[in-house]
């Protein structure tokens, strides 16, 4: 799940971005995440919504996610930073829940 984060992603004409550097619109492009030094202490937060580009909104996703205690980042990084600790160890979860 992590490693999915920092795939590259393609944008097509009618999600294109727009450069920060020259404000124009690129009709297609690819962006990606990249980590330079890991922090001491990691916090993360799941998207439980997706832009749902067919209906226009934001739109819920209903699938199951699994929590494991230690989190190791040394096969996202591959030889960037294996200088640096990479592996974390889960502290705590805290779940939102809407009863309606």
Same mark, same amino acid.
């Given at each position: 799940?992590?490693?999915?984060?920092?795939?590259?992603?393609? %944008?097509?004409?009618?999600?294109?971005?727009?450069?920060?550097?020259?404000?124009?619109?690129?009709?297609?492009?690819?962006?990606?995440?990249?980590?330079?030094?890991?922090?001491?202490? $990691?916090?993360?937060?799941?998207?439980? %919504?997706?832009?749902?580009?067919?209906?226009?909104?934001g739109t819920?996703?209903?699938?199951?996610?699994?929590?494991?205690?230690?989190?190791? %980042?040394?096969?996202?990084?591959?030889?960037?930073?294996?200088?640096?600790?990479?592996?974390?160890? $889960?502290?705590?979860?805290?779940?939102?829940?809407v009863i309606?």
């Amino acid at each position: 799940m992590i490693a999915k984060a920092f795939e590259p992603d393609s %944008f097509e004409e009618e999600s294109s971005v727009e450069c920060e550097y020259c404000k124009k619109k690129s009709l297609l492009t690819t962006q990606m995440t990249e980590i330079k030094r890991l922090p001491p202490y $990691l916090v993360i937060s799941l998207n439980r %919504f997706y832009f749902n580009q067919g209906e226009q909104k934001g739109t819920k996703i209903l699938n199951f996610v699994d929590i494991y205690s230690y989190l190791d %980042f040394k096969d996202i990084l591959k030889d960037q930073i294996l200088d640096q600790h990479t592996r974390y160890q $889960l502290y705590s979860i805290i779940v939102h829940k809407v009863i309606p």
